[in-house]
């Protein structure tokens, strides 16, 4: 387990863990018929991160609005596979909104902008005043946001992801997984990427290259390198060069998104964690 040598501000993946939560309890929490599932769900991941001994008095949550965005402009089928929100989980969203407010623990969501470029351009901004940042998420588009004051934690394994981490791990850069995602595309959001380059091509491409514009630009030397199916790759380069840059900036997190709030308005209160259990209390009833 790694961590972080200042107390970071944690900045959790909101709409992420609010389904995951009602999938995981839709079944088991209960109260007079009515779901509670994501409620409890939730409730107990803001627990599992703040009672860890590297958590911060800063945390906020950030969720995504139901507003289409920029990419659905420019994309139609962005995130088209997606099933809409099941309406028990929508009936929960409120009372989660209103127990989350009541215990001190600031939300945020920005109408026609995703939960993802609200936490790339709060934790950007975040960091130019100085602050860590620990990002709660286990999706892989986060990837592109760590750096040296920019962490992931992976609740499920409790480890936290850094650039060094990542290195390790892909051999490429954090920032690079942009266009990792550029070229393999991603089934989650349907962001479309090259067909018939997968995780290795193009593993081996960027580690050559860099990025998708440096792969382009040198695009005659690569069915001359040293990997299986290299002519292939160059030949589905070539005929989807458009799609390569359209998923480029589908997969790009935004970094500039106006947000007023200040590192101070989401500190909360010591009466927090208390008030968080006997919440959790409330809800493991049917447990």
């Known amino acids: 387990m790694l961590y972080m040598k200042r107390k970071p501000v944690i900045i959790i993946d909101g709409s992420l863990y609010l389904y995951r939560s009602y999938f995981a309890f839709q079944q088991s929490i209960k109260y007079e018929e009515k779901p509670y599932g994501a409620i409890y769900g939730m409730l107990k991941t803001i627990y599992n991160v703040l009672k860890k001994n590297y958590s911060s008095k800063k945390i906020i949550i950030i969720f ?38 009541e215990i001190g623990i600031k939300t945020l969501s920005m ?5 993802d470029d609200i936490i790339g351009s709060f934790s950007h901004k975040l960091e130019k005043e100085g602050e860590k940042i620990l990002i709660v998420s286990h999706d892989k588009d986060m990837i592109q946001l760590v750096n040296k004051n920019i962490n992931i934690l992976h609740l499920n394994s409790n480890s936290i992801l850094t650039s060094d981490t990542i290195k390790e791990k892909y051999g490429i850069h954090p920032q690079e997984f942009i266009d990792l995602l550029a070229l393999m595309g991603d089934t989650s959001d349907n962001i479309p990427g090259i067909p018939k380059i997968g995780i290795k091509t193009a593993l081996h491409l960027l580690k050559k290259f860099s990025n998708i514009r440096n792969i382009y630009n040198n695009i005659e030397k690569i069915p001359f390198l040293c990997f299986r199916n290299a002519k292939n790759a160059a030949i589905q380069l070539k005929n989807y060069k458009k799609i390569a840059f359209l998923s480029y900036e589908l997969a790009k997190i935004k970094l500039d998104i106006p947000i007023n709030i200040t590192s101070q ?13 006997d919440k959790i209390k409330l809800y493991s009833f049917n447990q």
């Open 265 to 277: 308005e989401i500190y909360i209160k010591k009466t927090c964690f208390k008030n968080l259990s």
């Open 64 to 101: 995504d609005s139901s507003k289409k965005t920029f990419r659905n402009t420019i994309f139609k089928e962005y995130k088209s596979n997606r099933p809409s929100m099941p309406n028990q989980l929508y009936l929960q969203i409120q009372p989660l909104f209103k127990i989350l407010k």
């Open 111 to 115: 109408q026609g902008i995703e939960a």
